[in-house]
């Protein structure tokens, strides 16, 4: 009795399947013919507000028992699977493989894209305003230890544009060979990795000197190469490169987020949930930054993030990189960028994009 009712189960779950193959199949076509009045038109093929609408109405409308976020994933491999049709995507990233930047590229394009790492963030920069690559990926700041400063000062003159943004939770894993912490005389890591697990290093390896790599997974390669070394990763470093998992979860703070930056030429249209960032100098003048900042009050809109950079023109003299909500073609942005204009001695425009839900965002819904 249970038999043939488990028979007929599968025999149904395999007539679904054929059924979900065919659907694909047919989504792909049309994707494809999407793609095909996109480039006669010369439109832009990748637009990322348009996969969020989607992932958004599927998951809204969603019954179960299926999960949400299992949808998501699904749903963004089709996405990504059917952009791949209508043209190739190259994707620049800070690499090698098995970054945290790999990882969040991978969730933000999925898995249907052709990636290009790179060593460096100027790299990735370089690889979108010269066409090798449509898009490109890097790290921007992390919610512990601030802004990446390689990243804020490639803007200063890049012509790429932010086109999107995303949020990575990030927990680092001490890796070696053996996968006994005993046996590391020596770490590897990156900088802000680093610096995310000081207190741990302190307390757990005292005087084991830690050797600064240029990322997570140039340092997981360098520890699979001596049994004395260890490396501060992620676990997916650990299965590249072979090694084990020492002790897992070293980050000092567990709500550890780093914000990546989506490189492109073209600018995005509004979505009405957009973010917009720029770089503007003031005259040394007193109430000189102030001013500038009244107008976004004035404006209506509101701030989210301001920082200063030195100009490197010459000594004391510092850049604004700002963020805000709000799109450039919006009326009340146009209105303060105008007046801006004639209160800043620089001011660029750096992009417009969707803003991103991020865990824990009240207004995500």
């Not at 894993?173 to 680093?194: F, I």
């Amino acid at each position: 009795m249970a038999g043939d009712r488990l028979k007929a189960l599968r025999e149904e779950i395999d007539r679904l399947d054929q059924e979900l193959l065919r659907l694909l199949n047919l989504r792909a076509q049309k994707a494809w013919e999407i793609g095909e009045i996109k480039k006669g038109e010369g439109l832009p093929l990748y637009i990322p507000h348009r996969e969020k609408e989607v992932l958004e109405r599927l998951v809204k409308a969603n019954p179960g028992p299926f999960p949400s976020d299992a949808l998501e994933v699904v749903f963004r491999e089709v996405i990504s699977a059917c952009l791949a049709l209508q043209r190739p995507v190259k994707v620049a990233y800070l690499g090698p493989e098995a970054t945290h930047t790999h990882q969040a590229a991978l969730e933000y394009f999925g898995t249907s894209v052709e990636f290009l790492p790179v060593r460096f963030v100027e790299g990735v920069f370089q690889a979108v305003e010269r066409g090798q690559a449509h898009y490109g990926v890097v790290p921007f700041e992390n919610s512990t230890e601030g802004v990446v400063s390689s990243t804020v000062d490639m803007f200063f003159s890049s012509s790429a544009r932010i086109v999107g943004e995303m949020y990575l939770r990030v927990s680092h894993h001490l890796l070696c060979l053996s996968g006994d912490r005993r046996d590391v005389e020596k770490v590897y890591s990156h900088p802000q990795a680093t610096a995310q697990c000081k207190k741990w290093l302190s307390l757990h390896l005292p005087g084991v000197p830690v050797v600064d790599v240029s990322s997570t997974a140039e340092a997981a390669s360098r520890a699979a190469q001596d049994p004395r070394s260890g490396a501060i990763a992620s676990k997916t470093a650990a299965l590249l490169y072979g090694l084990k998992v020492a002790q897992a979860g070293i980050e000092d703070v567990r709500e550890n987020y780093t914000r990546f930056l989506v490189l492109g030429r073209e600018g995005m249209e509004p979505t009405g949930e957009d973010k917009t960032s720029l770089l503007f100098s003031v005259p040394h003048e007193v109430g000189a930054l102030c001013r500038i900042l009244q107008v976004f009050a004035q404006e209506g809109i509101n701030l989210t993030k301001i920082e200063s950079r030195p100009s490197k023109e010459k000594a004391w003299d510092y850049l604004f990189y700002v963020d805000f909500e709000g799109h450039a073609e919006e009326d009340k942005v146009k209105e303060a960028l105008e007046k801006l204009k004639g209160m800043a001695l620089t001011l660029k425009v750096l992009g417009s994009y969707p803003r991103y839900r991020k865990e824990g965002d009240e207004h995500e819904g």
